[in-house]
């Protein structure tokens, strides 16, 4: 027979296996929890050393090309300059030759 004592003694019990059940699932799902954590930033970590990576790569191309435009201008300034000899060039030699053109026909005209 179930008196009192036994009822309150039966309820502890229950109450007390409950509690227990209740703080191990508590803790295997914190661990859980803190593993998934632990994996979602291993994953997080990963993913922004490879975008370090792919920033590095990108200021070093960056730079390549910088280096190679100014190649290409110092090349363009020095084809300027000559451009610039050749068109004086050009241009003295075309008044030379109108002044022997002119003294040629003078000499047609008065000979």
């Known amino acids: 027979m179930i008196d009192g004592n036994t009822t309150i003694s039966l309820a502890f019990i229950v109450s007390i296996t409950s509690i227990s059940m209740t703080l191990i699932n508590f803790k295997r799902n914190s661990r859980k929890i ?6 979602k930033l291993q994953k997080e970590i990963e993913e922004k050393v490879k975008m370090n990576l792919k920033l590095d790569q990108l200021c070093n191309t960056t730079n390549e090309i910088r280096t ?3 190649s290409v201008l ?4 020095v084809l300027d300059i000559r451009l ?14 109108d002044e ?12």
């Not at 803190?34 to 994996?39: D, L």
């Not at 050749?86 to 008044?95: F, L, N, P, R, T």
């Not at 022997?100 to 000979?111: F, P, R, S, V, Y």
């Open 68 to 70: 190679d435009n100014k």
């Open 34 to 39: 803190k593993e998934e954590g632990n994996i």
């Open 100 to 111: 022997h053109l002119k003294n040629h026909d003078e000499e047609n005209i008065g000979g």
């Open 84 to 97: 610039t000899k050749a068109e004086q060039s050009v241009k003295s030699a075309h008044h030379r030759l």
């Open 74 to 77: 110092e090349r363009l300034n």
